[in-house]
């Protein structure tokens, strides 16, 4: 299984995404997630979650979040993420109640699992998963 | 010349001469104006930025996670 994978960072483009696709119970949605390394945790719209079948009122681990998040409802959730040929790998979302925001990886716990390279200079994003 | 005509040959000018056709408009219209055209915009920042303790909840999930994995 390879350890490394690579996607292009085109110079027009203005923020650094990559393909994923998710899966939870036996459901799998593909999607653009943003690398946010300002970001404290791994952010998870609400329609995607409803995409993937997983019900809001079961559950029951409530996050409270920060910035434009503040006062939108959050819950932890467990999703399979598959990034390029890398072997899968549990994170952990903050499934907000809001579709209109963006798809984030971040700090808890996307980049404690993977190392990332952003070389705009060489229009390529590298991402390691961490042994 | 229509605005139409004239977008295409804006598109093409240079970033310097883009900045100085931009302060030349800008000295044609009214600071209300130019206050509300700007002030209209909104930038919204969706990281959540400093939710430690949401971080903090989510570590203990997954460490509650891995430690059922092992008893199990």
Request: hydrophobic content about 45%.
């Amino acid at each position: 299984m390879a350890s490394t994978v690579e996607f292009p960072f085109n110079d027009d483009q203005a923020l650094p995404t990559i393909p994923i696709i998710l899966s939870y119970a036996n459901s799998s949605v593909s999607a653009m997630a943003l690398l946010d390394t300002g970001s404290t945790v791994n952010v998870l719209p609400y329609d995607i979650g409803l995409q993937l079948g997983a019900i809001w009122d079961n559950q029951t681990v409530r996050l409270p979040l920060a910035g434009n998040l503040a006062k939108v409802e959050a819950r932890g959730l467990f999703v399979q993420v598959q990034i390029g040929n890398l072997e899968p790998v549990r994170l952990a979302f903050a499934w907000v109640e809001a579709s209109h925001v963006p798809l984030i990886l971040g700090q808890t716990n996307f980049f404690r699992e993977f190392d990332v390279c952003f070389e705009r200079s060489q229009s390529t994003i590298k991402i390691i998963r961490r042994d | 010349m229509s605005l139409t005509e004239l977008i295409p040959l804006v598109n093409n000018l240079s970033q310097s001469d883009k900045l100085s056709l931009f302060k030349l408009l800008a000295t044609q219209i009214p600071n209300a104006e130019l206050q509300f055209i700007f002030s209209a915009s909104e930038y919204p920042i969706w990281s959540p930025y400093d939710a430690t303790e949401a971080a903090n909840i989510l570590m203990q999930m997954i460490q509650d996670h891995q430690e059922a994995s092992t008893d199990g």
